[in-house]
């Protein structure tokens, strides 16, 4: 499973030989990969129109491309605005609180994340083929494909340490700017022309998982929620700056504290953890069809609907497991 930060062909040439070359050593003879591109057709039409942005079908005959667009940038910052101002809103009645769901697009973008994700996975797990998937920045979608197909096929990344290591590798050692796409909350009045709620669609997807296959994932919804807290506001420097280089610059490791190492105290870990656990070693494939994906009130209604009875019901699903 690969991403790719750049368009195969660059802006001033038809061809970039280094590119064939390097994608001509993944596979050997007779084996065939897919090229996932996440750009939208507006994207890709603009890099074709600067002489690049394609990849000729002759210059890679073992790869198959399969575009699936997913928005990013601003579409999904007034999808996500959109979303909370409607959760907000506690005189709406029915019809009207189910036309501003609608209206909103966001479950829309939760789906066609699992979608791509899962055409990804099954690249992988049923075609037994190479993926490449091709994004704009390579910082953004890409990670956020990469990351769910990794969860729905590997089991390791589903426990507490490797759920962990993914969002170390694939989102902040992979260059997510986070300082960039999380500058200000939903409800704030300014609007960053770079803001984009994409580790909030990732964490959306994630609870999806976790509601689809309860026993699945070792850690449980209070995680998501700290990680999106932490993803706009934190204490600590996990998630500061843009990129490793700025985080290097900054020293953030020597002037900062980790989060993780917050998370994994046995006194901390110990209210992350999903008591109904039990350890998966197949494969888990979410349905992605409308009926399946869900409103995640915990977050986008936590505060309008209090959640001390859901909290205490948590708890004693605790208590049970550890007195069975």
Known sequence: ?????????????????????????????????????????????????????????????????LHRAL???????????RLVEACSDPSLSMERWLSRLESSRWLGHVKAALSTACLAAQCLDREDC????????????????TA???????????????????????????????????????????????EAPLFLLFLDCVWQLSRQFPLALEFGERLLLTLF??????AYGT???NSEKERSLCKVKENTHSLWAWLNQPEEKQKFLNPLYSHNPL??????EPQSIQLWQGLFLRWIRPSQHLDEAWEEIQRLVEGN
């Open 1 to 65: 499973l690969l991403r790719s930060s750049q368009p195969l062909t660059g802006p001033n040439r038809r061809r970039c030989r280094e590119d064939e070359k390097l994608l001509g050593t993944i596979l050997d003879e007779g084996e065939r990969g897919f090229i996932i591109d996440t750009r939208s057709a507006q994207a890709a039409k603009q890099a074709r129109m600067g002489g690049g942005g394609t990849e000729p079908k002759s210059s890679y005959p073992q790869w198959r491309r």
């Open 71 to 81: 928005d990013r940038g601003r579409p999904l910052q007034e999808s996500f605005v």
């Open 130 to 145: 190479s993926v490449l998937v091709h994004g704009a920045e390579g910082t953004d979608t890409t990670l956020l494909v």
């Open 148 to 194: 769910l197909a990794q969860l729905i096929l590997d089991p390791s990344c589903r426990t507490l340490q490797g759920f962990q290591g993914l969002l170390q590798r694939e989102w902040i050692e992979a260059g997510h700017p986070f300082q960039l796409r999380c500058a200000r909350s939903a409800s704030s009045h300014g609007r960053g022309k770079q």
């Open 229 to 234: 807290d932490n993803a706009y506001a934190s």
């Open 239 to 241: 998630f500061l700056g």
């Open 283 to 288: 494969v888990i494939w979410p349905s992605v």
